[in-house]
């Protein structure tokens, strides 16, 4: 219950942070870090599926081959 409530209050202050008008008004900062982290995040969400993309390659080439030996 705790933690719903403190997931509440953070969620609030994060819509009124990014708010236009108010005290805080970081709505353009806010646009202006997704911009900046959009790429870099893109760049490692393509290299973790490429690594996961060769671990797969690699594992089903592996199953081949006990496949064959074991029908031997």
């Known amino acids: ?6 997931g509440l209050i953070l969620i609030g202050f994060c819509v009124y942070a990014c708010l236009p ?3 805080l008004a ?7 870090f997704l911009m900046g982290f959009a790429p870099v995040f893109a760049a490692f969400a393509g290299l973790i599926a490429v690594c996961i993309g060769l671990a797969d390659l690699k594992d089903k080439s592996e199953a081949k081959k006990e496949e064959k030996s074991s029908d031997k």
């Open 1 to 6: 219950m705790v933690t719903l409530l403190i």
């Open 21 to 23: 008008f108010g005290a």
């Open 26 to 32: 970081w709505g353009p900062h806010v646009i202006q």
